[in-house]
């Protein structure tokens, strides 16, 4: 029986996919899995090829933008004389209206599909980080197994020496026996499921697995902490590279649902040909012909209105589908989140189980040893250890199965870099977010804003405006008022006005300005000029206002919007004067 068991327990040994390389210390994580699922996988390796039908498609799309060039020629053979000649034809259009909604069906049609080759590559890497922890389940279930046929041994070796000691019966020996026997049938069990697992990983990476599998403490860790924020949820929208496809699948369809129309109006084109005859006889052996081509369809029997009509449910159907998966994406990520909430308490209990398991096996033992306990209460405690042996591998997966749904869910990649518990888990191979949205894309040409910003802005402006150097009032300048505004419709994060720094005078060149100042100082020196409202000088304006990023002719259009108000104004001070050398 003792040889039975021992080359049942060598066979499952050697039968161990990888155990000799596991023995060098050699093993395949999860970063690596995920790496060459995405690098070697046909799903992975497609998603470049859709993005090239869609790049040839835009590419024939912009061809009814530029010419072409023909050379034909033609030749007869007859009894009396031999013809031929040769043209070179060259065509452009001028006016295609239809071509313009096609050209923005292609390029919309184009984002969607990079948006869906990333999709692609997204859901193969969360398929190979399921299949990756499908596999370590397993091999912690067939470690239970071998451990639970390493104790049913022990505990047969124990009650055959307490048997010939005379101190038990026989009874405990053959107890120990079949303990061993479903022992083996659960190793065989498990080995079973461990190499389907490797198959199925196999089959994502396309190469053999012959490493073990290095557990992933980090995704466990997040599983167990890990809990997204509301401005997660409400930016997962934002993150879904299938919401960016849906919304560009629409917006292409929306375009191609206005081609019909255009078709309404005339097509322009113009030709030039150079037909070259080398017959001798023909009385110009070379001539030029340019050709102009006007076309208008009138009627077309209605084709154009019933392709409206098709075109335009089409986009409706796609706008429609993109509202449901717009409004599917917060559910989704609740739904998620509700799983891994019962996920997590569901291993913590089994945690718990195991490890009275472990102490009830620990503490029969040794009532077994002192004689106080029997031989079936041994096995029962060794059955229920391996039972909590196996809840607790199922809830760590179903925990890291529903932690990697809530990453799906939000839009992250499955070894996205997130912090918990203010450690660093260092994951991420997967190329997520390497582009933004269209919107965001454009929204990027914009100066950046924020609070703090906007707060240093405010100060300095503020500071500026109290500077000796401006005037001796406390109220900000005209152009520094002018500005801030102009800075606020533009939404820019603030200006700064020439009056703000000492040397404003020597940045003021034109006529203008030099007019002005002769106007200030001799005003400046009349007794009266302060006096009287009427005789005060006229405002100036700079020429070039340092307000990023006002124009120049915004500053002339608000020079000559800008009213006159008296100097003693307490909204306005004039600038200083500066003697004339």
């Known amino acids: 029986m003792r040889r039975l068991i021992g080359a049942a327990v060598v066979i499952a040994a050697l039968a ?17 899995a995920v790496r060459e699922a995405v690098k070697n996988n046909e799903r992975g390796l497609k998603t470049p090829l859709r993005v090239k039908v869609a790049e040839g498609g835009l590419e024939r799309a912009r061809d009814a933008y530029f010419p072409t060039l023909v050379l034909g020629g033609n030749t007869s053979f007859g009894t009396s004389k031999t013809t031929g000649n040769l043209s070179l034809t060259l065509s452009q259009p001028i006016l295609a209206p239809s071509a313009i909604p096609q050209y923005t069906a292609a390029k919309h049609t184009l984002y969607s599909e990079r948006w869906g080759a990333e999709q692609d590559k997204r859901v193969l890497a969360f398929d ?26 022990s505990n047969l070796d124990n009650a055959e020496a307490r048997s010939a000691a005379g101190l038990t019966s026989s009874n405990d020996a053959t107890r120990a ?58 930016a997962a929208i934002d993150r879904r590279f299938d919401v960016k496809a849906a919304h560009d699948r629409t917006l292409s369809l929306e375009a191609s649902a206005k081609e019909p129309l255009y078709r309404l109006l005339p097509t322009l084109g113009v030709s030039a040909a150079l037909r070259l005859d080398p017959t001798p006889s023909a009385p110009k052996s070379l001539e030029a012909v340019v050709t102009l081509n006007a076309t208008w369809t009138i009627f077309d029997a209605g084709v154009r209105y019933a392709d409206k009509k098709t075109r335009a449910a089409q986009a409706d159907s796609a706008a429609l589908d993109e509202s449901a998966l717009r409004r599917s994406v917060e559910t989704d990520v609740k739904i998620a989140q509700a799983s891994l909430k019962a996920a997590r308490e569901s291993f913590k209990i089994a945690d718990e189980a195991l490890a009275a398991a472990q ?31 196996v809840t607790r591998a199922s809830a760590q997966l179903t925990m890291e199965q529903a932690y990697l749904d809530l990453r799906q869910a939000l839009g992250y990649g499955p070894l996205d870099a997130q912090r918990v518990d203010d450690e660093a888990l260092p994951l991420h191979p997967v190329g997520h977010g390497l582009r933004a949205s269209r919107p965001s ?5 914009r100066r950046p804003r924020s609070r703090a910003r906007a707060a240093r802005v405010a100060k300095a402006a503020r500071a500026g405006s109290r500077s000796p150097s401006t005037s001796s009032s406390s109220s900000p300048s005209r152009s520094t008022t002018w500005c801030r505004r102009a800075a606020r419709s533009r939404r820019s994060s603030g200006c700064r006005s020439p009056l703000a720094s000492p040397g404003w005078s020597t940045r003021l060149r034109s006529p203008r300005a030099r007019r ?17 409202p009427s005789t005060a000088p006229r405002r100036w304006w700079p020429r070039r206002a ?7 002719r915004w500053s002339r259009a608000a020079r000559r919007r800008a009213p006159s108000t008296p100097a003693s104004s307490p909204r306005r001070s004039s600038p200083p004067t500066r003697p004339r050398s």
């Open 516 to 532: 002005s100042r002769r106007a200030t100082s001799s005003s400046s020196s009349s007794p009266s000029a302060t006096s009287s």
């Open 128 to 153: 190979a980080a399921k299949s990756f922890f499908q596999a370590l389940a397993t091999e912690r279930l067939k470690q239970a197994a071998e451990r639970r046929l390493a104790t049913a041994k």
């Open 359 to 389: 102490k009830s096996v620990d503490e029969t033992t040794t009532l077994y040893n002192q004689g106080l306990a029997k031989a079936i209460e041994l096995t029962d405690a060794n059955l229920t250890r391996f039972d909590a042996d």
């Open 546 to 552: 340092r307000c990023w990023p006002t124009p120049r």
């Open 441 to 445: 894309v454009r929204a990027s040409h």
């Open 16 to 32: 161990a996919p990888g155990r000799s390389v596991a023995a060098a210390g050699e093993t395949l994580s999860l970063e690596d």
């Open 177 to 234: 026996q079949l303990a061993i026997a479903s022992a083996l049938s659960a190793v065989a069990g498990a080995q079973a499921q461990v190499e389907k697992a490797y198959l199925n990983l196999s089959f994502l990476t396309l190469r053999p697995v012959v490493k073990t599998l290095a557990p992933s403490e980090s995704i466990t860790k997040a599983a167990l902490a890990y809990d997204p924020k509301q401005e997660d949820i409400k």
